[in-house]
Protein backbone atom coordinates (compact mmCIF):
# COMPACT_ATOMS: atom_id res chain seq x y z
CA UNK A 1 0.00 0.00 0.00
CA UNK A 2 1.23 3.34 -1.37
CA UNK A 3 0.00 7.07 -0.88
CA UNK A 4 1.65 10.24 -2.81
CA UNK A 5 3.35 12.79 -1.50
CA UNK A 6 0.45 15.49 -2.67
CA UNK A 7 -1.78 13.01 -1.69
CA UNK A 8 -0.52 12.65 1.61
CA UNK A 9 0.07 15.93 1.98
CA UNK A 10 -4.07 16.89 1.21
CA UNK A 11 -5.12 14.23 3.63
CA UNK A 12 -3.21 16.36 6.64
CA UNK A 13 -4.23 19.72 5.01
CA UNK A 14 -0.35 20.28 4.96
CA UNK A 15 1.93 22.05 1.54
CA UNK A 16 3.20 19.71 0.18
CA UNK A 17 6.78 21.06 0.05
CA UNK A 18 6.70 21.01 3.71
CA UNK A 19 5.98 16.91 3.61
CA UNK A 20 9.00 16.66 0.98
CA UNK A 21 10.91 18.61 3.88
CA UNK A 22 9.79 16.45 6.41
CA UNK A 23 10.65 13.60 4.27
CA UNK A 24 13.89 14.75 3.99
CA UNK A 25 14.88 15.07 7.48
CA UNK A 26 13.98 11.29 7.77
CA UNK A 27 16.51 10.47 4.65
CA UNK A 28 13.47 10.10 2.41
CA UNK A 29 14.13 12.08 -0.66
CA UNK A 30 10.54 12.19 -2.62
CA UNK A 31 9.01 14.17 -5.47
CA UNK A 32 5.00 15.68 -4.97
CA UNK A 33 4.17 12.58 -7.11
CA UNK A 34 6.40 10.37 -5.70
CA UNK A 35 4.18 7.08 -4.07
CA UNK A 36 5.54 6.03 -0.58
CA UNK A 37 4.81 3.41 1.39
CA UNK A 38 2.02 3.41 4.53
CA UNK A 39 4.79 3.20 7.09
CA UNK A 40 6.93 5.99 6.31
CA UNK A 41 3.46 7.57 6.09
CA UNK A 42 2.85 7.20 9.24
CA UNK A 43 6.15 8.38 10.37
CA UNK A 44 5.25 11.70 8.74
CA UNK A 45 2.08 11.94 9.73
CA UNK A 46 3.21 11.73 13.37
CA UNK A 47 6.10 14.22 13.07
CA UNK A 48 2.89 16.68 12.15
CA UNK A 49 1.32 15.88 14.94
CA UNK A 50 -1.73 14.37 13.24
CA UNK A 51 -3.46 11.44 14.41
CA UNK A 52 -2.55 8.17 12.19
CA UNK A 53 -5.83 6.74 10.76
CA UNK A 54 -5.61 3.91 8.43
CA UNK A 55 -8.21 3.48 5.83
CA UNK A 56 -9.17 0.34 4.58
CA UNK A 57 -11.70 0.47 1.73
CA UNK A 58 -14.20 -1.19 4.19
CA UNK A 59 -14.16 1.71 6.18
CA UNK A 60 -14.78 3.48 3.53
CA UNK A 61 -17.40 1.81 1.93
CA UNK A 62 -19.40 0.64 5.05
CA UNK A 63 -23.01 0.70 5.18
CA UNK A 64 -23.12 1.95 1.12
CA UNK A 65 -26.59 -0.12 0.17
CA UNK A 66 -26.12 -3.81 -0.96
CA UNK A 67 -27.80 -4.36 2.49
CA UNK A 68 -30.11 -7.28 2.02
CA UNK A 69 -34.16 -6.86 1.67
CA UNK A 70 -36.76 -8.74 3.73
CA UNK A 71 -38.80 -11.11 1.65
CA UNK A 72 -42.22 -9.53 2.91
CA UNK A 73 -41.09 -6.11 2.14
CA UNK A 74 -40.55 -7.02 -2.04
CA UNK A 75 -42.98 -5.13 -4.30
CA UNK A 76 -43.75 -5.88 -7.97
CA UNK A 77 -41.85 -3.62 -10.02
CA UNK A 78 -42.19 -2.50 -13.61
CA UNK A 79 -39.79 -4.16 -16.14
CA UNK A 80 -36.37 -2.49 -17.08
CA UNK A 81 -36.40 -3.14 -21.32
CA UNK A 82 -33.95 -2.35 -24.22
CA UNK A 83 -34.23 -2.43 -27.78
CA UNK A 84 -31.80 -3.70 -30.12
CA UNK A 85 -31.52 -4.72 -33.40
CA UNK A 86 -29.93 -4.41 -36.79
CA UNK A 87 -29.61 -0.42 -38.14
CA UNK A 88 -32.29 0.77 -39.93
CA UNK A 89 -35.16 -2.11 -38.26
CA UNK A 90 -36.81 0.38 -36.46
CA UNK A 91 -35.41 0.30 -33.01
CA UNK A 92 -35.70 4.32 -32.93
CA UNK A 93 -39.07 4.20 -34.62
CA UNK A 94 -40.32 1.54 -32.16
CA UNK A 95 -39.16 3.40 -29.15
CA UNK A 96 -41.28 5.97 -30.33
CA UNK A 97 -44.06 3.92 -30.82
CA UNK A 98 -44.13 2.42 -27.17
CA UNK A 99 -43.84 5.68 -25.63
CA UNK A 100 -47.28 7.09 -27.75
CA UNK A 101 -49.02 4.08 -26.47
CA UNK A 102 -48.48 5.85 -22.83
CA UNK A 103 -51.84 6.93 -20.81
CA UNK A 104 -50.89 9.02 -18.67
CA UNK A 105 -48.39 11.22 -21.27
CA UNK A 106 -51.81 11.12 -23.65
CA UNK A 107 -53.94 12.83 -20.67
CA UNK A 108 -51.38 15.73 -19.91
CA UNK A 109 -51.20 16.07 -23.51
CA UNK A 110 -48.04 14.61 -24.55
CA UNK A 111 -45.26 16.98 -23.71
CA UNK A 112 -42.40 14.78 -23.61
CA UNK A 113 -39.12 15.17 -21.96
CA UNK A 114 -35.84 13.30 -23.15
CA UNK A 115 -34.00 11.87 -20.63
CA UNK A 116 -32.70 8.30 -22.10
CA UNK A 117 -35.47 6.18 -20.51
CA UNK A 118 -39.14 6.71 -20.47
CA UNK A 119 -42.06 4.89 -18.81
CA UNK A 120 -44.99 3.90 -20.53
CA UNK A 121 -48.69 3.16 -18.47
CA UNK A 122 -51.04 0.97 -20.33
CA UNK A 123 -54.68 1.18 -20.16
CA UNK A 124 -53.99 -2.06 -17.70
CA UNK A 125 -52.39 0.37 -14.91
CA UNK A 126 -49.08 -2.26 -15.81
CA UNK A 127 -45.97 0.06 -16.47
CA UNK A 128 -42.53 -0.88 -18.35
CA UNK A 129 -39.50 1.00 -18.33
CA UNK A 130 -37.80 1.46 -22.05
CA UNK A 131 -34.06 2.48 -22.09
CA UNK A 132 -34.45 4.48 -25.25
CA UNK A 133 -30.80 4.92 -25.87
CA UNK A 134 -30.94 2.26 -28.76
CA UNK A 135 -28.07 0.12 -30.04
CA UNK A 136 -26.06 -2.68 -27.89
CA UNK A 137 -23.45 -0.17 -27.60
CA UNK A 138 -25.08 1.81 -24.50
CA UNK A 139 -26.10 -1.90 -23.43
CA UNK A 140 -22.38 -3.09 -22.88
CA UNK A 141 -20.94 -0.01 -21.90
CA UNK A 142 -23.24 -0.09 -19.28
CA UNK A 143 -22.93 -3.83 -18.35
CA UNK A 144 -19.14 -3.38 -18.62
CA UNK A 145 -19.30 -1.11 -15.53
CA UNK A 146 -20.70 -3.24 -13.60
CA UNK A 147 -24.14 -2.02 -14.11
CA UNK A 148 -27.37 -4.85 -14.98
CA UNK A 149 -29.81 -2.48 -15.40
CA UNK A 150 -31.69 -4.63 -17.94
CA UNK A 151 -34.40 -7.50 -17.34
CA UNK A 152 -35.37 -7.82 -20.63
CA UNK A 153 -34.03 -7.21 -24.21
CA UNK A 154 -36.50 -6.34 -27.22
CA UNK A 155 -34.98 -7.50 -30.41
CA UNK A 156 -36.23 -5.83 -33.61
CA UNK A 157 -36.12 -7.62 -36.78
CA UNK A 158 -37.43 -6.32 -39.96
CA UNK A 159 -39.73 -8.77 -41.63
CA UNK A 160 -38.81 -7.80 -44.82
CA UNK A 161 -35.16 -8.09 -44.21
CA UNK A 162 -34.34 -11.03 -41.77
CA UNK A 163 -31.19 -11.27 -39.15
CA UNK A 164 -28.52 -9.26 -40.06
CA UNK A 165 -25.15 -9.37 -38.70
CA UNK A 166 -26.14 -6.52 -35.30
CA UNK A 167 -29.03 -8.77 -34.92
CA UNK A 168 -26.83 -11.48 -34.52
CA UNK A 169 -24.21 -9.12 -32.46
CA UNK A 170 -27.36 -8.73 -30.14
CA UNK A 171 -28.42 -11.76 -29.79
CA UNK A 172 -25.07 -12.82 -28.33
CA UNK A 173 -24.75 -9.37 -26.31
CA UNK A 174 -28.01 -10.75 -24.79
CA UNK A 175 -27.12 -13.93 -23.75
CA UNK A 176 -23.32 -12.69 -22.68
CA UNK A 177 -25.56 -10.97 -20.11
CA UNK A 178 -28.02 -13.66 -19.31
CA UNK A 179 -30.61 -11.66 -20.11
CA UNK A 180 -34.25 -12.90 -22.16
CA UNK A 181 -35.09 -11.65 -25.45
CA UNK A 182 -38.62 -11.02 -26.81
CA UNK A 183 -38.62 -10.67 -30.69
CA UNK A 184 -40.26 -7.67 -32.25
CA UNK A 185 -40.66 -8.77 -35.88
CA UNK A 186 -41.25 -5.24 -37.51
CA UNK A 187 -42.50 -4.00 -40.80
CA UNK A 188 -45.24 -5.98 -40.91
CA UNK A 189 -46.87 -3.46 -43.22
CA UNK A 190 -44.35 -3.95 -45.93
CA UNK A 191 -44.81 -6.15 -48.97
CA UNK A 192 -42.26 -8.38 -48.71
CA UNK A 193 -43.07 -8.94 -44.89
CA UNK A 194 -42.00 -12.73 -43.98
CA UNK A 195 -42.24 -13.30 -40.50
CA UNK A 196 -42.13 -16.69 -40.86
CA UNK A 197 -38.22 -16.41 -42.43
CA UNK A 198 -37.27 -14.67 -39.40
CA UNK A 199 -38.71 -17.25 -36.88
CA UNK A 200 -36.82 -19.99 -38.98
CA UNK A 201 -33.61 -17.70 -39.34
CA UNK A 202 -33.65 -17.20 -35.45
CA UNK A 203 -33.59 -21.21 -34.81
CA UNK A 204 -29.98 -20.75 -36.20
CA UNK A 205 -28.76 -18.80 -33.80
CA UNK A 206 -30.46 -20.95 -30.95
CA UNK A 207 -33.31 -18.64 -30.32
CA UNK A 208 -36.28 -21.27 -30.45
CA UNK A 209 -39.69 -19.08 -30.97
CA UNK A 210 -43.00 -20.43 -29.16
CA UNK A 211 -44.58 -21.58 -32.83
CA UNK A 212 -41.51 -24.10 -32.77
CA UNK A 213 -42.23 -25.44 -28.95
CA UNK A 214 -39.56 -22.81 -27.54
CA UNK A 215 -40.19 -20.09 -24.98
CA UNK A 216 -39.07 -17.09 -26.99
CA UNK A 217 -42.15 -15.12 -27.27
CA UNK A 218 -42.32 -13.24 -30.85
CA UNK A 219 -44.72 -10.36 -31.90
CA UNK A 220 -45.60 -8.92 -35.45
CA UNK A 221 -45.23 -5.65 -35.50
CA UNK A 222 -45.63 -2.13 -37.45
CA UNK A 223 -43.83 0.69 -35.56
CA UNK A 224 -44.45 3.06 -38.72
CA UNK A 225 -48.34 1.72 -38.80
CA UNK A 226 -48.90 1.66 -35.15
CA UNK A 227 -49.48 -1.96 -35.41
CA UNK A 228 -49.80 -4.43 -32.46
CA UNK A 229 -47.55 -2.59 -29.62
CA UNK A 230 -50.16 -3.57 -27.22
CA UNK A 231 -49.63 -7.03 -28.14
CA UNK A 232 -45.66 -6.13 -27.62
CA UNK A 233 -45.79 -4.39 -24.66
CA UNK A 234 -48.41 -7.99 -23.26
CA UNK A 235 -45.81 -10.48 -24.20
CA UNK A 236 -42.98 -8.09 -22.35
CA UNK A 237 -45.01 -8.07 -19.21
CA UNK A 238 -45.58 -11.79 -19.61
CA UNK A 239 -41.79 -12.52 -19.92
CA UNK A 240 -41.56 -10.10 -16.65
CA UNK A 241 -43.80 -12.08 -14.74
CA UNK A 242 -41.46 -15.48 -15.57
CA UNK A 243 -39.14 -13.42 -13.99
CA UNK A 244 -40.94 -12.52 -11.25
CA UNK A 245 -39.35 -8.52 -10.72
CA UNK A 246 -39.19 -7.08 -7.56
CA UNK A 247 -38.23 -4.07 -5.19
CA UNK A 248 -38.09 -2.74 -2.20
CA UNK A 249 -39.26 0.70 -2.12
CA UNK A 250 -39.67 1.44 1.17
CA UNK A 251 -35.37 2.37 2.11
CA UNK A 252 -32.65 5.01 0.83
CA UNK A 253 -32.55 4.58 -2.97
CA UNK A 254 -30.14 2.97 -4.95
CA UNK A 255 -29.88 2.73 -8.59
CA UNK A 256 -27.61 3.12 -11.63
CA UNK A 257 -26.75 6.49 -13.83
CA UNK A 258 -28.33 5.61 -17.36
CA UNK A 259 -27.28 8.89 -18.92
CA UNK A 260 -25.16 12.02 -18.23
CA UNK A 261 -23.63 15.36 -19.36
CA UNK A 262 -22.56 18.82 -18.52
CA UNK A 263 -25.65 21.60 -19.09
CA UNK A 264 -25.22 25.00 -19.25
CA UNK A 265 -26.88 26.81 -17.03
CA UNK A 266 -28.31 23.57 -15.25
CA UNK A 267 -24.63 21.98 -14.05
CA UNK A 268 -24.01 18.42 -14.18
CA UNK A 269 -27.58 16.07 -14.62
CA UNK A 270 -27.95 12.62 -14.92
CA UNK A 271 -30.47 9.90 -15.65
CA UNK A 272 -31.14 7.40 -12.43
CA UNK A 273 -32.95 4.33 -12.83
CA UNK A 274 -34.00 3.63 -9.44
CA UNK A 275 -33.12 0.04 -8.82
CA UNK A 276 -34.80 -0.27 -5.07
CA UNK A 277 -35.94 2.15 -2.61
CA UNK A 278 -37.47 5.82 -3.17
CA UNK A 279 -35.43 8.92 -3.43
CA UNK A 280 -36.67 12.30 -2.63
CA UNK A 281 -35.62 15.88 -3.03
CA UNK A 282 -32.55 16.72 -0.31
CA UNK A 283 -31.35 13.37 -0.73
CA UNK A 284 -27.80 12.86 -0.21
CA UNK A 285 -25.85 10.45 -2.78
CA UNK A 286 -22.72 9.23 -4.45
CA UNK A 287 -22.73 8.07 -7.95
CA UNK A 288 -19.23 6.46 -8.89
CA UNK A 289 -16.56 9.23 -8.37
CA UNK A 290 -19.19 11.99 -7.81
CA UNK A 291 -21.43 13.02 -5.03
CA UNK A 292 -24.04 15.34 -4.93
CA UNK A 293 -27.61 16.55 -3.21
CA UNK A 294 -30.57 16.46 -5.61
CA UNK A 295 -31.91 19.51 -6.04
CA UNK A 296 -34.57 18.65 -8.19
CA UNK A 297 -36.18 15.91 -10.38
CA UNK A 298 -37.22 15.69 -13.60
CA UNK A 299 -39.40 12.70 -15.02
CA UNK A 300 -39.79 11.87 -18.16
CA UNK A 301 -42.96 13.64 -18.85
CA UNK A 302 -41.48 16.95 -18.16
CA UNK A 303 -43.20 17.04 -14.37
CA UNK A 304 -41.07 18.11 -11.60
CA UNK A 305 -41.59 15.29 -8.96
CA UNK A 306 -40.50 15.03 -5.03
CA UNK A 307 -40.19 11.50 -5.32
CA UNK A 308 -38.71 8.38 -7.45
CA UNK A 309 -39.62 4.63 -6.68
CA UNK A 310 -38.12 1.59 -8.50
CA UNK A 311 -37.61 1.17 -12.06
CA UNK A 312 -38.76 5.07 -12.45
CA UNK A 313 -36.22 7.20 -14.57
CA UNK A 314 -35.64 10.18 -13.20
CA UNK A 315 -33.12 13.52 -14.21
CA UNK A 316 -31.78 14.68 -11.43
CA UNK A 317 -29.80 17.90 -10.47
CA UNK A 318 -27.53 18.38 -8.08
CA UNK A 319 -24.52 16.82 -9.02
CA UNK A 320 -21.06 18.17 -8.02
CA UNK A 321 -19.49 16.68 -10.93
CA UNK A 322 -20.32 14.27 -14.30
CA UNK A 323 -20.93 10.77 -13.33
CA UNK A 324 -20.46 8.37 -15.96
CA UNK A 325 -23.59 5.76 -17.52
CA UNK A 326 -23.29 2.59 -15.72
CA UNK A 327 -22.24 4.51 -12.63
CA UNK A 328 -23.78 2.98 -9.52
CA UNK A 329 -25.57 5.63 -7.70
CA UNK A 330 -26.41 5.22 -3.51
CA UNK A 331 -27.80 7.45 -0.78
CA UNK A 332 -25.71 7.94 1.95
CA UNK A 333 -26.47 9.26 5.27
CA UNK A 334 -24.69 12.74 5.08
CA UNK A 335 -22.27 14.94 3.16
CA UNK A 336 -19.47 13.76 5.18
CA UNK A 337 -19.88 10.31 3.88
CA UNK A 338 -20.83 11.42 0.51
CA UNK A 339 -17.04 13.44 0.31
CA UNK A 340 -15.31 10.36 1.68
CA UNK A 341 -16.37 7.48 -0.65
CA UNK A 342 -16.53 9.99 -3.99
CA UNK A 343 -12.68 11.00 -2.70
CA UNK A 344 -11.71 7.64 -2.28
CA UNK A 345 -12.94 6.23 -5.20
CA UNK A 346 -11.46 8.90 -7.54
CA UNK A 347 -7.88 8.06 -5.77
CA UNK A 348 -8.60 4.43 -6.33
CA UNK A 349 -9.50 5.25 -9.99
CA UNK A 350 -6.45 7.42 -10.54
CA UNK A 351 -4.66 4.14 -9.28
CA UNK A 352 -6.14 1.57 -11.52
CA UNK A 353 -5.80 3.65 -14.37
CA UNK A 354 -1.92 3.99 -13.73
CA UNK A 355 -2.32 -0.16 -13.11
CA UNK A 356 -4.59 -0.85 -15.92
CA UNK A 357 -2.19 1.24 -18.79
CA UNK A 358 0.73 -1.41 -17.44
CA UNK A 359 -1.11 -4.79 -17.28
CA UNK A 360 -3.38 -6.44 -20.16
CA UNK A 361 -6.33 -8.11 -19.53
CA UNK A 362 -4.67 -11.80 -19.81
CA UNK A 363 -2.78 -10.92 -17.12
CA UNK A 364 -4.95 -9.46 -14.76
CA UNK A 365 -7.32 -12.52 -15.67
CA UNK A 366 -4.13 -15.12 -14.78
CA UNK A 367 -4.10 -12.86 -11.22
CA UNK A 368 -7.81 -13.77 -11.06
CA UNK A 369 -7.50 -17.29 -11.59
CA UNK A 370 -4.56 -18.19 -9.69
CA UNK A 371 -6.52 -16.28 -6.74
CA UNK A 372 -9.47 -18.71 -7.43
CA UNK A 373 -11.29 -16.07 -8.29
CA UNK A 374 -12.20 -16.76 -12.20
CA UNK A 375 -13.71 -20.08 -13.21
CA UNK A 376 -13.78 -19.32 -16.20
CA UNK A 377 -11.45 -17.84 -19.19
CA UNK A 378 -14.00 -15.61 -21.59
CA UNK A 379 -12.86 -15.52 -25.31
CA UNK A 380 -14.11 -13.70 -28.28
CA UNK A 381 -12.91 -15.42 -31.27
CA UNK A 382 -12.60 -14.07 -34.84
CA UNK A 383 -10.84 -16.04 -37.87
CA UNK A 384 -10.53 -16.48 -41.49
CA UNK A 385 -12.75 -19.39 -42.60
CA UNK A 386 -15.47 -20.91 -41.02
CA UNK A 387 -13.67 -24.28 -40.60
CA UNK A 388 -10.84 -22.57 -38.23
CA UNK A 389 -13.26 -20.95 -36.50
CA UNK A 390 -14.87 -24.52 -35.84
CA UNK A 391 -11.28 -26.14 -35.29
CA UNK A 392 -10.18 -23.48 -32.15
CA UNK A 393 -14.05 -23.45 -30.62
CA UNK A 394 -13.81 -27.25 -30.49
CA UNK A 395 -9.99 -27.01 -29.28
CA UNK A 396 -10.90 -24.54 -26.80
CA UNK A 397 -14.27 -25.88 -25.39
CA UNK A 398 -12.82 -29.51 -24.69
CA UNK A 399 -10.09 -27.65 -22.46
CA UNK A 400 -10.46 -27.05 -19.03
CA UNK A 401 -8.75 -27.86 -15.99
CA UNK A 402 -10.40 -28.59 -12.76
CA UNK A 403 -11.12 -25.01 -11.66
CA UNK A 404 -11.02 -23.36 -14.84
CA UNK A 405 -12.81 -23.72 -18.54
CA UNK A 406 -12.96 -21.55 -21.41
CA UNK A 407 -16.57 -19.86 -22.18
CA UNK A 408 -16.27 -18.79 -26.04
CA UNK A 409 -18.74 -15.64 -26.15
CA UNK A 410 -18.83 -15.08 -29.47
CA UNK A 411 -17.14 -16.79 -32.56
CA UNK A 412 -17.52 -15.41 -36.40
CA UNK A 413 -15.42 -15.25 -39.45
CA UNK A 414 -14.13 -11.90 -40.44
CA UNK A 415 -11.90 -8.83 -39.03
CA UNK A 416 -12.23 -7.73 -35.39
CA UNK A 417 -14.05 -4.95 -35.12
CA UNK A 418 -15.44 -2.38 -32.26
CA UNK A 419 -18.70 -4.61 -31.11
CA UNK A 420 -16.02 -7.90 -30.83
CA UNK A 421 -14.12 -5.34 -28.77
CA UNK A 422 -16.61 -4.05 -26.38
CA UNK A 423 -18.46 -7.31 -25.83
CA UNK A 424 -15.03 -8.79 -24.91
CA UNK A 425 -14.41 -5.56 -22.23
CA UNK A 426 -18.07 -6.35 -20.62
CA UNK A 427 -17.20 -9.55 -20.14
CA UNK A 428 -13.43 -9.24 -19.58
CA UNK A 429 -12.98 -11.37 -22.34
CA UNK A 430 -9.61 -12.08 -24.40
CA UNK A 431 -9.80 -11.29 -28.11
CA UNK A 432 -8.18 -14.15 -30.16
CA UNK A 433 -7.73 -13.42 -34.28
CA UNK A 434 -6.56 -16.15 -36.41
CA UNK A 435 -5.37 -15.30 -39.77
CA UNK A 436 -7.40 -11.92 -39.12
CA UNK A 437 -6.26 -8.65 -37.83
CA UNK A 438 -8.69 -6.08 -35.79
CA UNK A 439 -9.54 -2.72 -37.84
CA UNK A 440 -7.84 0.55 -36.66
CA UNK A 441 -10.95 1.17 -34.90
CA UNK A 442 -10.95 -1.45 -33.03
CA UNK A 443 -7.32 -1.54 -32.13
CA UNK A 444 -8.24 1.93 -30.91
CA UNK A 445 -10.67 0.77 -28.72
CA UNK A 446 -8.81 -2.15 -27.49
CA UNK A 447 -5.95 0.19 -26.60
CA UNK A 448 -8.34 2.26 -24.45
CA UNK A 449 -10.21 -0.46 -22.77
CA UNK A 450 -7.55 -2.00 -21.67
CA UNK A 451 -8.74 -4.94 -23.81
CA UNK A 452 -6.46 -7.62 -24.80
CA UNK A 453 -6.51 -9.22 -28.80
CA UNK A 454 -3.78 -12.07 -29.55
CA UNK A 455 -3.10 -13.00 -33.13
CA UNK A 456 -2.16 -17.05 -34.41
CA UNK A 457 -1.82 -18.07 -37.44
CA UNK A 458 -1.46 -21.93 -35.83
CA UNK A 459 -4.11 -23.63 -34.30
CA UNK A 460 -1.60 -25.39 -32.30
CA UNK A 461 -0.52 -21.86 -30.78
CA UNK A 462 -3.70 -21.17 -29.91
CA UNK A 463 -4.27 -24.23 -28.07
CA UNK A 464 -0.95 -23.97 -26.17
CA UNK A 465 -1.36 -20.40 -25.10
CA UNK A 466 -4.99 -20.98 -23.29
CA UNK A 467 -3.74 -24.35 -21.95
CA UNK A 468 -0.98 -22.47 -20.02
CA UNK A 469 -3.69 -19.53 -19.55
CA UNK A 470 -5.72 -22.03 -17.54
CA UNK A 471 -3.00 -22.90 -15.30
CA UNK A 472 -1.81 -19.43 -14.88
CA UNK A 473 1.47 -19.82 -16.40
CA UNK A 474 1.00 -17.50 -19.33
CA UNK A 475 3.75 -14.94 -19.84
CA UNK A 476 1.99 -11.65 -21.00
CA UNK A 477 2.93 -9.90 -24.36
CA UNK A 478 2.81 -6.14 -24.93
P1 LIG B 1 -33.08 2.06 -36.39
O1 LIG B 1 -31.84 2.35 -37.16
O2 LIG B 1 -33.18 0.60 -36.03
O3 LIG B 1 -33.30 2.95 -35.21
O4 LIG B 1 -34.29 2.27 -37.42
P2 LIG B 1 -35.28 3.52 -37.57
O5 LIG B 1 -36.30 3.54 -36.53
O6 LIG B 1 -34.47 4.75 -37.78
O7 LIG B 1 -36.01 3.10 -38.93
C1 LIG B 1 -35.30 2.92 -40.15
C2 LIG B 1 -36.23 3.16 -41.31
O8 LIG B 1 -37.25 2.18 -41.33
C3 LIG B 1 -36.94 4.51 -41.27
O9 LIG B 1 -37.01 5.03 -42.55
C4 LIG B 1 -38.33 4.17 -40.75
O10 LIG B 1 -39.30 5.07 -41.19
C5 LIG B 1 -38.54 2.79 -41.31
N1 LIG B 1 -39.45 2.00 -40.49
C6 LIG B 1 -39.36 1.76 -39.17
N2 LIG B 1 -40.37 0.98 -38.76
C7 LIG B 1 -41.14 0.73 -39.85
C8 LIG B 1 -42.32 -0.02 -40.06
O11 LIG B 1 -42.93 -0.63 -39.17
N3 LIG B 1 -42.78 -0.08 -41.36
C9 LIG B 1 -42.16 0.56 -42.37
N4 LIG B 1 -42.67 0.46 -43.58
N5 LIG B 1 -41.04 1.27 -42.20
C10 LIG B 1 -40.53 1.36 -40.95
Redesign the pocket.
Same mark, same amino acid.
Given at each position: ETITVQELANRMAERAPNVIKALMKMGVMATINQPIDADTAELVVEEFGHEVKRVSEADVLEGLGGSEDKPEDMVSRPPVVTVM? !??? !?? @?? $? *? *? %?ALRATDVVAGEAGGITQHIGAYQVQMASGDKITFIDT??HEAFTAMRSRGAKVTDIVVL &?V =?ADDGIMPQTVEAIRHARAAEVPVVVAI??? %? @?PGADPNRVRQELLNHELVVEEMGGDVLTVE &? $? =? @??R *?NLEKLEEAILLQAEIQDLKANPEREAEGTVIEAKMEKGRGSVATVLIRRGTLKVGDIFVAGTEWGRVRAMIDDRGNRIEEAGPAYPVEILGFQGTPQAGDDFVVVDDEAKAREVAGYRQRKEREALAVKSARGTMEQMFAKIKAGEAKELPVVIKADVQGSVEAIVGTLEKMATEEVKVRVLHSAVGGINESDITLAKASEALVIGFNVRANPQARELSRRDGVEIRYYSIIYDVAEDIKRALTGLLEPTF
Open positions: G !HVD !HG @KT $S *L *L %DPG &V =ANKM %D @K &V $S =A @KQ *L
